[in-house]
Nanobody
Framework: QVQLVESGGGLVQPGGSLRLSCAAS????????MGWYRQAPGKQRELVAS????????DYAASVKGRFTISRDNAKNTVYLQMNSLKPEDTAVYYC??????????????WGQGTQVTVSS
């Protein structure tokens, strides 16, 4: 079994910062790619940022570029999303996503349970 556990969400004022964490655990052989998605009420889930684990290559949605930074700690199987200059439109449930090969050599896409981020004064 593989699990993704997110943490770090909460309520923050506009202009503030939050850091989200996503830790992968379980029967992991390799992690190839991790990313953060978000879904606001009434909207489709969208990609926020992603990172290739081996090389560190990153990709960002245009709406967060320059404000959000994705990073990883390979030793901890953890990915982070540093969110600065937060805006009310960043309010959403943020989900961690990962492509993981387990110890049975099966490659599967996993989702975390989601963490709420609310930007409001």
């Amino acid at each position: 079994q593989v699990q993704l556990v997110e943490s770090g969400g909460g309520l923050v004022q506009p202009g503030g910062s939050l850091r989200l964490s996503c830790a992968a655990s379980g029967s992991i052989s390799s992690i190839y790619h991790m990313g953060w998605y978000r879904q606001a009420p009434g909207k489709q889930r969208e990609l926020v940022a992603s990172i290739i684990i081996s090389g560190g290559s990153t990709d960002y949605a245009a709406s967060v570029k320059g404000r959000f930074t994705i990073s990883r700690d390979n030793a901890k199987n953890t990915v982070y999303l540093q969110m600065n200059s937060l805006k009310p439109e960043d309010t959403a449930v943020y989900y961690c996503n990962a492509d993981i090969q387990n110890t049975a050599w099966s490659l599967t896409n996993y989702w975390g349970q989601g963490t709420q981020v609310t930007v409001s004064s």
